[in-house]
């Protein structure tokens, strides 16, 4: 455990630092630190310090946001195939902002941010609603059904929404793709202290999300209130979705890989799980945002794919593995 | 009663047909497009009917039949009523083969080097990889119908993703011409087109003859079917492999229009009943109509934007699927 935890937090560094070295200009650590400390004013330094730069925190702080986003869904409902993109969440996110600036361009970021929230808050109601409502408990099938329906359903309408209002389109097209480049900086505090929060929360209730691990009479005869702290926490991850969609467009993916590699690496209880999985996550965000510089170099690829090609795997072998309740 | 009923959506699909060639940027009254039809009517009339408005409508009345007709072959293959091409990945798969068709056909001006016809052969080709991939993934545990829709739904998301880089790491003009046509729509539609259509129905409608027997035999358990003298196995897999050409085809042409081959086999059920020769013809005859359908609602509601029908019959067609979903929840709970 402890050597993972020193291990991921160095490869962190090491991704952090190499991805302002890479790109499609390779720089030299010299040039690199002159531009971080101000002393340089050329071409590199402005790239180094506009582009680069940026992009870091915002792969750093979506890719913990999603990371603990994903353990708190899969946690919540027991379910590990539980993730905001595959659930719809990120789509109702995407579709808040899409209706947003289709109706009102311009919007500030804080406004963005509150109806990518809101967006995110609606789909999740809707899938986990939906999926409640089939019966059965909260089956992981029919949790992925409803969610991969619901995200069918918002993309369509964003499709229409984009084609209706062709003066948005390409700001759109670039933002619904997932990327950490070319994004404004303006919310990133926003951002911040939102991911704060969801953190605080979790590690707050990191106990009773442990005893829930258990089934609900048990947890609820120990003492927990399951429902709250199901929709509790459900609205928490909702909210981190929507942020990270707000700042980087939807990214699916993240979400599933990071936690479970958190418990491949020992974590056991929430107290392990959460850091480790803000750590894998962050650690995914940066590698992602390094991969997509290259896969299709010197094209920038967008991070969604990427992800893509490091989940599906994954979610192919977890299905392979009998632990699922399966209907 | 009944009878009534079942020839409502042969009536209905003509009616939408006929409204779907008079409507469009310019309106045609019914007497003009007889007319035009014979030509008899004025040269522009002839031109817009022979050249935009036909082969729009029959275009969007063939895949639309194949998609349904795939999607029944599909669901009664897998025993699994919720099973429908677009959430197994054999649409986004085909999409892949048509990508990969493109980069690898294109010379530096963006020209295909190759006749454009052998498009709908790549989008098979991706289409059967892709499903033979779930296929194989799900045989393996074959105990659950459900896991077969999660595979299908994790090979969808790996096509997505590919299909995104692809465009992305192609040519510019290239990426637009798949952008339209990944979103699923008619609006281009040509004779040539059609044919490459009509010629992959022509191709298919003796196997669907032949199978349509089988499958009533496969209503039946698996050991009952077997002992009906039913090769289960084999007509599993014929039908399998059907689903996933017609459904390449279609894609192929009209690109990824979604659960129509999810509803309108089950619409087809409840008109017709379970017998596969009905069904077979009443998911086709609804499947043609809801594309056709979808067509003319975007055209009418969007003139003069194009948005794509597959916009619309996604619209029409998840919730719909929610709906079965919750259903079947409810008969395991």
Known sequence: MRGVVIGGVLACLALAVAGLHLGVRVYAPGQVWAAVTGAADDTAAIIIRDLRVPRMALAIVVGAALGLAGLLMQSVTRNPIAEPGLLGVNAGAAFGVVLLITLAPGAPFATIVSVAALGALGAAALVFGLAYSAGGGMSPIQLLLAGVTVAALLIAGMQVLIILNETVLEELIFWLSGSFTDRPLTGLWIAICGLAAGVGVSLALAGALDVLQADDATAQSLGVPVVKLRFGLLAVAALLAGLSVALAGPVAFLGLVAPHLARLAGAQTHRELIPLSLMFGTLLGLGGDLMARFILYPTEAPISAVMALVGVPLLITLLRRNRLRVT | ?333
């Open chain 2, 1 to 333: 009663m009944t009878g009534a009923i079942r020839t409502v959506p042969p009536l209905a699909v003509m009616l939408i047909a006929l409204v779907a060639v008079a409507v469009g940027s310019s309106f045609m009254p019914l007497d003009r497009v007889i007319a035009a039809l014979f030509g008899a009517g004025s040269r522009a009339d002839g031109i817009i009917l022979w050249n935009i408005r036909l082969p729009r409508v029959l275009l969007a009345a063939l895949a639309g039949a194949a998609l349904g007709v795939a999607g029944m072959l599909l669901q009664r293959a897998t025993r699994n009523p919720l099973a429908a091409p677009s959430i197994l990945g054999i649409v986004d798969g085909a999409a892949v083969g048509v990508l990969i068709f493109f980069l690898l056909f294109s010379n530096d001006a963006n020209a295909l080097v190759v006749s454009v016809n052998w498009q709908p052969l790549a989008a098979a080709g991706g289409a059967l990889v892709f499903a033979a991939t779930v296929g194989i993934l799900a045989y393996q545990d074959a105990v659950s119908p459900m896991r077969l829709l999660l595979y299908g739904v994790a090979m969808a998301a790996l096509a997505n993703a590919i299909v995104v880089l692809m465009i992305i790491a192609g040519p510019v003009f290239r990426a637009s011409q798949a952008l339209i046509w990944l979103a699923g729509s008619v609006h281009t539609a040509d004779w040539r087109e059609v044919g490459i259509l009509g010629m992959a129905w022509l191709a298919v409608l003796p196997v669907l003859a032949w199978i349509v027997r089988p499958l009533d035999q496969l209503r039946l358990d698996d050991e009952s079917a077997v002992s009906t003298g039913l090769n289960v196995t084999r007509t599993r897999i014929a039908a399998l492999v059907l689903s996933v050409l017609m459904t390449a085809a279609a894609v192929s042409v009209v690109g990824g229009i979604g659960f129509v081959g999810l509803i309108a086999p089950h619409a087809a059920r409840l008109l017709y009943g379970t017998r596969a020769a009905p069904q077979i013809l009443g998911a086709a005859c609804l499947g043609a109509g809801m594309v056709i359908g979808a067509d003319l609602l975007v055209r009418a509601a969007f003139q003069p934007l194009e948005v794509p029908a597959g916009a619309v019959t996604a619209l029409i067609g998840a919730p719909y699927f929610v709906y079965l979903l919750i259903r079947q929840g409810r008969a395991y709970a």
